[in-house]
C-alpha cells in the first residue's frame, strides 16, 4: 500500500524567505503522481503543483517548485519569496494510475507553515 | 464561476440519526470523491464514483452510503452505523482523462458535529 510521510508538523518562516516542506512517499508502483495541496484555516484544499513520476523535469508553479528525487522518494516543496498569505497547513499526497482513472489520492498528516514578519 | 458547492457548512446531528452531507459541482467533471479530515491529520477516502449511478469504497466506507443519479452531484449520507462521525468532510471532482494527470478541485467542506 502506498503511505505519504510528512515530518514536520510545523514549520516557522520569515517573510520574503524561502521555505522547504518534506514530502517522502512509499509505493512500488512505478506510475504515480504526487502533489501539494494547501489548506487555510477556512479549509478548502488548494491544489498548487503536481509531478509525475516519469517527468524528467521537477515542476515549477510560480513561486512553488518541487524538489523530486525519485531515488530517494522524496517531493518537496520549495516556496519562494515567503508571503504572510501563505501562513496554512499544506498537504503532500500521491495517486496511482492517475491516467485514465479516478485519481484516489493518499494524503499525509500536513505541515503547519506559519510566516512571520 | 464553475465549481464545487457544500452544503451545510456546519452540522450538528445527534445520536443514532443519518445525516446527509450536500456536494455539487458545475464543472463538468465525471469523477467525485468524498474525503473525511480529523483533527492533525490528513484526508482520508470514503467513496468515489468515476461515473453516474457507479461509485467505489475508499478506505474508511463503513457507516457511510452514497449515490450519483446525475453527474453534478454526489450526496453522501452518513448512517448510524458510523462510530465516530464528528469529523469535516471534503467533496472533490476531477476529469477523468487518459494520459494526463486528473487534478482534484475541492469544495469549501462542511463540518459535522454529533452532539
Known amino acids: 500500500a502506498q503511505k505519504i510521510t510528512q515530518t514536520q508538523p510545523g514549520m516557522f518562516v520569515q517573510e520574503k524567505e524561502a521555505v522547504t516542506l518534506d514530502c517522502t512517499y512509499d509505493?512500488?508502483?512505478?506510475?504515480?503522481?504526487l502533489f501539494w495541496y494547501k489548506q487555510p484555516s477556512s479549509g478548502e484544499m488548494i491544489f498548487l503543483i503536481y509531478?509525475?513520476?516519469?517527468?524528467?523535469q521537477n515542476a515549477t508553479e510560480g513561486r512553488y517548485s518541487l524538489n523530486f528525487q525519485k531515488a530517494r522518494k522524496s517531493a518537496n516543496l520549495v516556496i519562494s519569496a515567503s508571503q504572510l498569505g501563505d501562513s496554512a497547513m499544506y498537504f503532500c499526497?500521491?495517486?496511482?494510475?492517475?491516467?485514465?482513472?479516478?485519481?484516489?489520492?493518499?494524503f499525509g498528516t500536513g505541515t503547519r507553515l506559519q510566516v512571520t514578519l | 464561476d464553475g465549481g464545487i458547492t457544500q452544503s451545510p457548512k456546519y452540522l450538528f446531528r445527534k445520536e443514532g440519526q443519518n445525516v446527509t452531507l450536500s456536494c455539487e459541482q458545475n464543472?463538468?467533471?465525471?469523477?467525485m470523491y468524498w474525503y473525511r479530515q480529523d483533527p492533525g491529520q490528513g484526508l482520508r477516502l470514503i467513496y468515489y464514483?468515476?461515473?453516474?449511478?457507479?461509485?467505489q469504497k475508499g478506505d474508511i466506507a463503513e457507516g457511510y452510503s452514497v449515490s450519483r443519479e446525475k453527474k453534478e452531484s454526489f450526496p453522501l449520507t452518513v448512517t448510524s452505523a458510523q462510530k465516530n462521525p464528528t469529523a469535516f468532510y471534503l467533496c472533490?471532482?476531477?476529469?477523468?482523462?487518459?494520459?494526463?494527470?486528473?487534478?482534484?478541485?475541492f469544495g469549501p467542506g462542511t463540518r459535522l458535529t454529533v452532539l
Open positions: 472533490a471532482s476531477s476529469m477523468v482523462w487518459v494520459g494526463s494527470y486528473n487534478e482534484q478541485f
Open positions: 509505493t512500488s508502483d512505478p506510475s504515480y503522481g
Open positions: 509531478q509525475g513520476s516519469y517527468d524528467q
Open positions: 499526497a500521491m495517486s496511482l494510475r492517475f491516467t485514465g482513472t479516478a485519481s484516489k489520492l493518499t
Open positions: 464543472l463538468n467533471h465525471d469523477a
Open positions: 464514483s468515476q461515473i453516474v449511478n457507479d461509485f
